[in-house]
């Protein structure tokens, strides 16, 4: 540890590459064993940590962005263009154009892309231009509504219901050289259900063969599956067999008498890297406030919750002392920032660490290190662990980068 201390700081991040690796091999085979044609696209923005991009990449991941900024990152490790689907509520024509040219997979979901679509498309006479939608159904189930955190409808895509998206269909369809090819249709739920995905998967296929036969390559289901959980957090998360079951039986179902059967995507970014990531902070400080005691981390709350949810995570102490004979303590666990809240876990029962001891997070590569603000503190190192071998795939940030003086006036 005192090396790893000396090497990195009081506080970093380990990635675990084969986990990674062992994620992807199993999303893939629970989808490919039951449906050939199938694609993963990683969702860039669960964590966009360059290497772990690249290692995805090199598995056969396509890259999900949902932004210029990632769609350039996606660029920047390698990523061949045609292996980037290019989601997002907002791209400018420059970006509609960039990607068209460059052959990407594009999936709009408002009347001002589609605009930038058809300007593309006329501009370009000669070039078939292929395009995929996505949509916004009722997802609900049985009148209730699975989205998350308590949202009736969901606010992105293209509304079916009401007719707008056999409006868009029909207006793309005047343009010769504009084909629509896909539909996409990610949808957020708080119980991340597999019956869900079957209604999904059901009702794009159905609307793909209502209203764009010709053509269909691709039915993208989004993402928001649930990964392997850590045991602590006490919830039956389906497994990647129990998800890909009812969708790809809907898949082969519904394209059985299909000669050319459409590639399935699958976007997943929670599941592929949540427990890929673990956060170490150093202990600096214990203290005992009238009866409670305050364990200090150089760590925050910000580094491993960003959303700042009061569930613990999985964790342990590296104790640079045996303890003996000790009495259990319960103790909370808290960070640098001046904030009341930067709570990193709450009631944790056990021996109370001891200064300069390691407490180790788990499950922290989702959503984590892409939410880390600059507050009060540079962001820690990454460091990737490979069959043994380490790796520091982000450096510790300076004051000279925190503070760039390309961007700030002094
Ligand atoms: C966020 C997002 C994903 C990934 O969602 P997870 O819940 O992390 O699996 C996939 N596709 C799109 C379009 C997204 O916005």
Not at 188 to 202: F, G, H, Q, V, W
Not at 262 to 278: C, D, K, R, S, Y
Not at 334 to 363: R, S, W
Request: glycine residues 6%; contains cysteine; hydrophobic residues 35%.
């Amino acid at each position: 540890m005192c090396e790893l201390e000396r090497d990195f700081g009081s506080s970093f991040f380990l990635l675990d590459v084969n986990k990674l690796r062992e994620n992807y091999k199993k999303i893939e085979h629970a989808f490919k064993s039951r449906y050939e044609n199938f694609i993963i696209g990683y969702s860039y923005k669960t964590n966009y940590l360059p290497y772990l991009c690249k290692e995805l990449s090199k598995l056969g991941a396509y890259a999900e962005v949902v932004s210029r900024l990632e769609y350039d990152l996606a660029i920047k490790i390698g990523e061949d263009p045609r292996r980037i689907i290019f989601n997002g509520p907002i791209k400018s024509r420059e970006d509609i154009q960039y990607a068209l040219n460059n052959e990407s997979i594009v999936n709009i979901e408002s009347f001002y892309e589609a605009d930038f679509v058809k300007e593309y498309a006329l501009e370009h006479p000669k070039k078939q231009i292929k395009i995929g939608i996505r949509v916004n159904f009722d997802i609900s189930d049985n009148g209730i509504s699975p989205h998350q955190a308590g949202y009736d409808i969901g606010r992105f895509g293209i509304c079916v219901e009401n007719g707008d998206f056999q409006n868009l269909v029909m207006q793309l369809k005047e343009l010769k050289n504009i084909k629509i090819t896909g539909l996409h249709g990610h949808f957020s739920t708080s119980e991340r259900k597999a019956e869900t995905y079957r209604i999904i998967t059901e009702k794009l296929c159905r609307i793909a063969k209502e209203s764009i036969l010709d053509g269909l390559e691709y039915i993208d289901i989004g993402g928001g599956i649930y990964g392997e959980l850590p045991k602590s957090f006490q919830t039956v998360a389906p497994t990647f067999d129990e998800y890909a079951q009812p969708i790809c039986e809907v898949m082969n179902k519904e394209f059985n008498d299909f000669k050319n059967k459409p590639t399935l995507i699958l976007e997943p970014g929670l599941a592929m890297v949540a427990n890929v990531l673990i956060f170490i902070a150093k202990v600096i400080d214990i203290k005992n406030i009238r009866g409670n005691h305050f364990v200090l981390v150089d760590g925050s709350v910000h580094n491993i919750k960003p959303t700042m949810h009061k569930r613990n995570l999985p964790m342990h102490v590296i104790r640079q002392n045996e303890v003996s004979g000790y009495t259990k303590e319960i103790f909370d666990v808290v960070g640098y920032t001046c904030m009341e809240k930067d709570y990193l876990a709450h009631d944790i029962a056990g021996a109370l660490p001891q200064q300069d001891d390691y407490i180790v997070f788990e499950n922290v590569g989702a959503y984590t290190i892409v939410f880390n603000p600059p507050f009060i503190k540079v962001r820690p190192s990454i460091v990737a662990v490979d069959d043994g071998e380490l790796v520091e795939v982000r450096r510790k940030e300076t004051f000279r980068q925190f503070f760039n003086e390309e961007l700030y006036y002094f």
